[in-house]
C-alpha cells in the first residue's frame, strides 16, 4: 500500500509539473499559469524515491521506479487542457 501511494503522491506531481509548464503550455497554445511552485513539485515526485525503500523492501522502491516513469512518461503525453487545468487564465486577462 506504501508503493502505491508512493506512486499516485509522484504522479500527481509530474501531472502538476506537466500542466504548468510554460513551454508545454506555449506549444499546446493555453495561457500561462500565473503562480507556479515547481521546487515543491520535484520534491514530491522524488521524496517517496527516499520514503519508500525505508517503509518496505527493496521491491517497492523499483516498483516506485517502474511505475512513475512509465506512468509519467503517459501522462506527459497529455496536452495541459486534457489535464484538467483549464480553470486558469494567464495574469493579463
Known amino acids: 500500500m ?8 509522484s ?6 509539473l506537466a500542466a504548468t509548464d510554460p513551454k508545454r503550455r506555449r506549444a499546446f ?3 500561462a499559469v500565473p503562480k507556479r511552485w515547481p521546487r515543491l513539485a520535484w520534491t514530491l515526485v522524488l521524496l517517496p524515491g527516499v520514503l519508500v525503500p525505508m517503509g518496505s523492501v527493496g521491491a517497492g522502491f523499483v516498483i516506485w521506479l517502474g511505475a512513475s ?7 506527459v503525453g497529455l496536452s495541459p487542457k486534457r489535464l484538467g487545468l483549464r480553470r486558469w487564465r494567464s495574469p493579463s486577462s
Do not use: K
Open 2 to 9: 506504501a508503493t502505491l501511494g508512493a506512486v499516485g503522491v
Open 11 to 16: 504522479l500527481a506531481a509530474i501531472g502538476y
Open 29 to 31: 497554445r493555453q495561457p
Open 69 to 75: 516513469a512509465t506512468l509519467g512518461w503517459l501522462l
